[in-house]
């Protein structure tokens, strides 16, 4: 007899993540925030009681190994386990990634086990955990001006709400009912999650759950070998920079920057990676220390990019789960960019430096699999925030969005124009939606024609956003790959550089990348985002 | 008399519904390069009455969005606005993918012209329209031969001057020959630029080809009344129907739904989730006493944002190919080897991998011989080795590598029904699955096992649901208006004249496709959220017949109780003290037409085994891994009379459809000749 047993293995792959998907259904269906609710910012995943996820729900590519690293955190901080317990945390340097991100570990107890043999996990983006700006992605120096960091914590334990604990995160944040609404989705995903996998052991039977979850841990494990396997043995090497460390540019950051940080500009992102057979290292040393600004990034972000780029090479057939993690070793210098330590500000490393990740790995690889890979996408999610005070309204509001681009052209074909890439894939806010609830006007959104590489491909075009303020207010941009340009390979044009115009009295002036701005009514901010790199040489410009 | 017509793409259906309720139905293959052929030729089959009102669903503007063969359609904009219907919002299909994908739009960046005009929140104007530039556009149209253009201005939905002045420019001069011209204001008059404009150029894109088939059809039909099948489960006049071709996409699978709550509600079962399992899809729907509808519809994964009956799809059905994947997994579908070149037992040399009716022959749940009526003999032996191979790769026995082809597409289903039920809140042991589509009967009882959903009705016809459904339908017209006002500063009045233009819209409609007031009935619904939210809950009041509708009896504060309470329903939590706005009206108005009674028998205790035309080994495998065969007892369907009462192991056989009764279930024939199955 086989010793795996072929059809159990798919009906047990759809019901593990029918577990996770069923969490995820519930956090977005009881969550509070248009966060969580309609951009769909977390991910619910199960793991076994050795902290092997084994199955996930995501909707961001940037929790894929964060998960992980959160239930480990929980297994290294707590070894008694009681029903009913409950573990939040955000510390990014104990199993987070930002501080928005709050994540929950529980453990799921059966009958006849004094040891919970599963546990489940859920991560949300929250709208505000404090700190020095509404949003909680403030430009800051060190994590304690970004937000209230939570260590893992038994919030519940044995079934009981330590209410202490759960007033003093309230009493740190800024929307404190839209928290607790959040905070309790959270909790309800947990509490469905659990029923759901004690259902599945009391028909199984333990034994068995524990078997079929094993053999989909070899079967992920098997499928990503084999993706592994077909990239030529051989060391490729890349490098990519981040623009500036949000302080140096000129211009950059808000009036009191530390003058420390002037000349520290562009931090190097490097990746050696050495594939033999079915076995990959992936060993970011040579990368810059890391920066006083916020792009620095943890070790999960670092090892979630890196497995990112690995899923998309396996294919969207594999499950999501651990499995897809062992033939991969990511190694990264303790104290770099890549895996700060603290008092390390770290809000963009999840949202901008993960993307450079991603371009270096990539970019390495090329040289592999020169007929697969594609170039550069934006490599930035353009974050956006406008604060200030609605005057028909009298009301302060906060609006925060992200901004997409060019995806890089490849061998298949031309790149997409005007979409997330990558690490994200968060929804648009709709102008006339935006319009309706902000004292903002959008003059123009369209694709950035001719911001795409040029190449027997061309990469996908940028786009251009325009947004005027009609009343004064405070914008805060962070973003990338204004100075450094999405590559092309094969012979491929990089593609165009963004650009963050403001227009004064028709009067254009470049703004930096990352920068902290007071607009007046009249004022238009013109986000032009980088467009994709091409692909082959521009003199084979036959098929496009 | 009316007659249901669904046209398929290998079938085309046809129900007659009698004034005495007797129902007469007829199936015969599509002739696909004109369909009033095969059409022509069933009516003459059944002899049906010259003046039989004829509903017809169509798949014309599905097959046209799915192979993109629509009109050359062009789009004018606000300026600046061109490519929203390209960046759409903003994000790929696919999670991880090296190269993501994204639906093409359906109108060109050529073809997408934008013109200086501008209206604030309020509906005031910016800038006005700059009509020079306009005709500039309409001559461009006109070179490009253009046959459709779709017109979305930013906030269009409050002041629709400028789109109506693009529309004059268009068609004045040229009368007949101007193209056909679809408004946003008037497809969708709802908030959200780029649903809006998706769904405004889905219209023009298959309004010519709607109007061209239909003029064709009213040709051939001469003066048989002629009405159109829409997604939201209602019908339309043809007229009609040309220029909200978009309310056509879709029509055949509501047509389904629609049958099978019908006929479940009938016997009194309408809680119930249908099952509508073909060849290569499986559409499941659940109705809590009600068909539900849903205001966030897509095609090929496009945003078409009409209310339609809400409808959950996945590639799996009888055509589903089973393979074993790389890492040794066995998967089936979504891959279908579709009509052609069909499953293996088919006999076509090309088609050489098992599919899920292959598997289910193996396991002799499909008799050879009774296949469609006996008209189709399958291939047991070609299909066999073909399986042999499987099982072999498998390392499994013959009959548990096919049992396994059934419980990954019940797995698949079964995470299809967990879907629309568990986690939108309904708990499926309450329910009745009703089972229809070729595959759906087979499939439904180990499926409801499964999810432990206690009863399973088939339908007399499970084949011919959809055109049953068409026969039942009402006239059904949906209007929307989004209006963005503060729940707690509108007066009950104010509210009550936007509704009211509503309803005068909707009366005159329904008036030009005869009838009259006695027969309207009027459903009117607010959107409603929390001030800051970005989703809206749709609040229906009762129906209301004839003179008025809106918020007159209950007051304001009605609604927004109403709201706190679905929202605490819906999302478990609701905050009375928070603000509330109105976001859209919405008016479903319905023409009701009588509809005869079914024919109902009395059941009586009768004696099945008149019924009974043979036995034959089946396998099952009750602990649900090691199938064994059992002898088990075929029926025909037709010789089943009210009051049978049928022993698992069973199979009941029919021209469309054959129903697997397992061990341990029971099933009975009621007075509508239904067949209900439960475990005994």
């Known amino acids: ?544 | 008399m009316i007659l249901g017509v669904d046209v398929g793409g290998t079938f085309t259906d046809l129900v007659l519904l009698d004034p005495h309720g007797q129902i007469r139905v007829h199936k015969l293959p599509t002739s696909v390069h004109d369909p009033s052929v095969a059409i022509w030729q069933g009516i003459a089959d059944l002899g049906a009455d010259p003046r039989a009102v004829v509903v017809h669903g169509t798949t014309v503007a599905t097959n046209a969005l799915l192979e993109r063969r629509g009109a050359r359609t062009a789009l004018i904009t606000t300026a600046g606005f061109r490519d929203v219907l390209e960046i759409g919002r903003q994000t790929r299909s696919e999670l991880y993918a090296l190269y993501p994908t994204r639906p093409v739009p359906l109108v060109p960046a050529p073809w997408r012209f934008e013109v200086p005009e501008r209206m604030d929140r309020n509906g005031m104007v910016l800038t006005p329209l700059d009509l020079q530039e306009t005709d500039a556009i309409v001559s461009r149209l006109m070179e490009e031969q253009i046959e459709s253009v779709a017109v979305c201005f930013l906030f269009s939905f409050l002041n629709p001057t400028h789109e109506r002045q693009v529309r004059e420019r268009i068609v004045q001069p040229r009368g007949s020959s101007a193209p056909f011209v679809s408004l946003s204001c008037e497809v969708l008059p709802e908030y959200r630029e780029y649903e809006r404009t998706s769904t405004t150029v889905i219209n023009a894109y298959v309004a010519p080809l709607i109007s061209r088939y239909l003029t064709n059809l009213e040709e051939k039909l001469g003066e048989r009344r002629l009405r159109v099948m829409q997604s939201n489960g209602g019908t339309i006049s043809a007229e009609a129907a040309r220029t909200h071709a978009a309310q056509t996409v879709l029509s055949g699978p509501a047509g389904g739904v629609m049958g099978a709550f019908a006929v479940a509600r009938m016997a009194g079962l309408d809680q119930c989730i249908t099952l509508d399992m073909g060849g290569t899809s499986t559409d499941v729907s659940l109705c809590p006493g009600r068909v539900q509808e849903t205001a966030e519809g897509m095609i090929t994964g496009l945003p078409l944002r009409l209310p339609m009956i809400d409808i959950h799809t996945i590639g799996a059905g009888g055509g589903s190919i089973a393979r074993l994947d790389a890492g040794g997994a066995l998967r089936v579908g979504p891959q279908s080897a579709g009509a052609d070149p069909g499953p293996v037992c088919y006999g076509n040399a090309r088609a050489q991998e098992i599919t899920v009716t292959d598997a289910n022959l193996v396991l002799g749940r499909l008799d050879a011989d009774h296949f469609l009526g006996g008209r189709m003999k399958l291939d047991v032996e070609r299909t066999r080795a073909y399986m042999e191979e499987l099982a072999r790769r498998l390392n499994l026995p013959l009959a548990t590598a096919a049992w396994g082809v059934i419980r990954v597409v019940n797995s698949n289903m079964e995470r299809a029904i967990r879907t629309i039920s568990v986690e939108r809140g309904y708990d499926p042991r309450r329910f009745t699955l009703v089972a229809f589509g070729g595959a759906g009967p087979l499939h439904a009882c180990e499926l409801a096992a499964a999810l432990r959903i206690p009863r399973v009705l088939v339908p007399l016809h499970p084949g011919v649901l959809s055109a049953l459904g068409m026969v039942l339908a009402d006239a059904m017209k949906d209007y929307s208006q989004t209006v963005m006002l503060p729940a707690g500063q509108v007066s009950a009045e104010a509210l009550q004249g936007l509704f009211h233009a509503l309803q005068e819209r909707a009366r005159a409609d329904l008036h030009a496709e005869g009838f009259d007031d006695t027969q309207i009935m009027f459903q009117p619904a607010l959107d409603m959220r929390y001030v800051g939210q970005s989703y809206e809950l749709t609040i229906p009041l009762v129906p209301q017949a004839g003179a008025a509708a809106g918020p007159s009896a209950p007051g304001i504060q009605e609604w927004v109780r109403a709201f706190h309470e679905a929202h605490r329903q819906r999302f478990s939590h609701a905050d009375e003290t928070e603000p509330v706005e109105i976001v859209n009206l919405r008016l479903k108005a319905t023409g009701q037409s009588p509809k005869p009674r079914f024919l109902y028998e009395e059941p009586r205790d009768l004696d099945p085994r008149a019924a009974v035309i043979g036995q034959k080994a089946v396998y099952f495998a009750p602990d649900s891994l090691v199938p064994r065969p059992l002898p088990t007892t075929l029926y025909e369907r037709q010789r089943l009379a009210p009051g049978h009462r049928l022993l698992g192991p069973a199979l009941v056989v029919q021209l469309d459809a054959t129903t697997l009764i397992p061990p341990d279930w029971a099933a009975r024939v009621d007075g509508w000749r239904n067949l209900i199955i439960e475990p005994c």
Request: charged share 20%.
């Open chain 1, 1 to 544: 007899m086989n010793p795996v047993d072929p059809i159990a293995l798919e009906i047990f792959k759809n019901l593990f993540i029918s577990v996770a998907e069923e969490m995820g259904v519930t956090l977005g269906r009881t969550a509070y925030s248009p966060n969580i609710k309609e951009r769909r910012d977390f991910s619910c995943a199960c793991f076994l009681a050795d902290g092997r996820m084994i199955a996930q729900a995501a909707h961001i590519p940037v929790h894929l190994g964060a998960m992980p690293a959160s239930v480990r955190a929980a297994l290294e901080s707590f070894s008694q386990w009681r029903p009913g317990d409950l573990v939040v945390l955000n510390d990014p340097y104990l199993g987070g990634t930002h501080l928005p991100d709050i994540t929950m570990v529980s453990p799921v107890l059966v009958e006849g086990r004094e040891d919970p043999p599963f546990f489940v996990a859920s991560r949300a983006h929250h709208a505000d955990v404090g700190g020095m700006s509404p949003g909680s992605m403030p430009l800051a120096t060190e994590i304690y001006q970004e937000g209230l960091i939570i260590p893992p914590i038994k919030l519940i334990e044995a079934g009981r709400l330590n209410q202490a604990v759960f007033d003093l995160i309230l009493r740190n944040v800024r929307t404190p009912a839209e928290r607790r609404g959040d905070l309790a989705a959270q909790m309800a995903a947990h509490r469905v999650g659990e029923h759901r996998l004690q259902e599945i052991v009391a028909h199984y039977g333990l034994d068995q759950v524990l078997r079929f979850a094993g053999w989909l841990l070899a079967y992920a494990e098997r499928m990503t070998r084999l993706a592994v396997e077909r990239i030529p043995d051989g060391v490729y090497r890349f490098r990519d920079e981040l623009d500036d460390d949000g302080f140096s540019a000129a211009g950059a950051g808000w009036s009191g920057r530390p003058e420390s940080s002037v000349g520290s500009s562009a931090p190097v992102i490097q990746a050696t990676i050495t594939v033999q057979g079915d076995q990959m290292t992936v060993d970011f040393t040579g990368s810059s220390p890391a920066v006083i600004g916020p792009l620095n990034a943890v070790r999960a972000i670092t090892e979630s990019a890196t497995w990112y780029v690995i899923r998309c090479l396996a294919g969207p057939d594999v499950p999501v789960n651990s499995g897809t993690f062992a033939p991969v070793t990511v190694v990264v210098p303790r104290g770099s960019l890549l895996d700060a330590d603290p008092p390390h500000a770290v809000a963009a490393g999840n949202v901008e430096t993960s993307q450079r990740i991603v371009d270096v790995v990539l970019g390495a690889l090329a040289q592999a699999l020169p007929d697969l890979i594609p170039a550069a996408s934006q490599g930035t999610m353009n974050n956006l925030t406008i604060g200030g005070t609605d005057p028909e309204r009298g009301t302060p509001f906060a609006y925060y969005e992200t901004i997409g681009g060019g995806t890089g052209a490849g061998p298949a074909g031309p790149g997409l124009g005007g979409v997330h890439v990558h690490m994200t894939n968060t929804m648009n806010t709709p102008i006339e939606a935006l319009e309706y609830a902000y004292p903002v006007r959008v003059r123009r959104y369209e694709l950035r024609r001719g911001s795409g590489g040029g190449g027997r491909y061309r990469g996908g075009d940028g786009v251009i956003r325009e947004i005027e303020f009609l009343c004064p207010a405070t914008v805060t941009l962070l973003t990338e790959r204004r100075r450094t340009a999405p590559y092309g390979l094969q012979g491929g044009e990089p593609g165009a550089p963004g650009r963050n115009l403001l227009i004064r009295q028709g009067k254009a002036s470049d703004l930096p990348g990352k920068v902290q701005i007071r607009v007046e009514p009249g004022d238009i901010l013109s986000v032009h985002t980088p467009g994709g790199g091409g692909w082959g040489s521009p003199s084979d410009h036959t098929e496009n």
